[in-house]
Nanobody
Framework: QLQASGGGSMQAGGSLRLSCAASGHTFAIGWFRQASGKEREALACISSTDDSSYYVDFIEGRFTISSDNAKKTVYLQMNNLTPEDTAVYYC??????????????????WGQGTLVTVSS
């Protein structure tokens, strides 16, 4: 089971930390988002075994993924938010050996999303 939380409404330039709590065994967890009328896009992912992480280029250092393995929780720290970051944010589990490529189809189990709204 996956549960994403931490979304909310804020002004541009602010920061948010999203959490993804997982139960059971995971191999890698990724964060994705889907804005209204757009396709779901990948953001970042992290290994559950060695904490190696990968990001998509457009994040440009604004987002940081991390994990607390003892709590089985993965975080997404988002800084300098803009209205373009408004979306439903999802976390998902991958058991694929190429999880680091952040291919949506290789993420097999999805939690409910959490809404982030950024106003100008």
């Amino acid at each position: 089971q996956l549960q994403a939380s931490g979304g909310g409404s804020m002004q541009a330039g602010g920061s948010l930390r999203l959490s993804c709590a997982a139960s059971g065994h995971t191999f890698a967890i990724g964060w994705f988002r889907q804005a209204s009328g757009k396709e779901r896009e990948a953001l970042a992912c992290i290994s559950s075994t060695d904490d190696s992480s990968y990001y998509v280029d457009f994040i440009e250092g604004r987002f940081t993924i991390s994990s607390d393995n003892a709590k089985k929780t993965v975080y997404l720290q988002m800084n300098n938010l803009t209205p373009e970051d408004t979306a439903v944010y999802y976390c998902a589990i991958s058991w694929s050996t190429t999880w680091y490529l952040l291919k949506r189809l290789e993420y097999n189990y999805w939690g409910q999303g959490t809404l982030v709204t950024v106003s100008s």
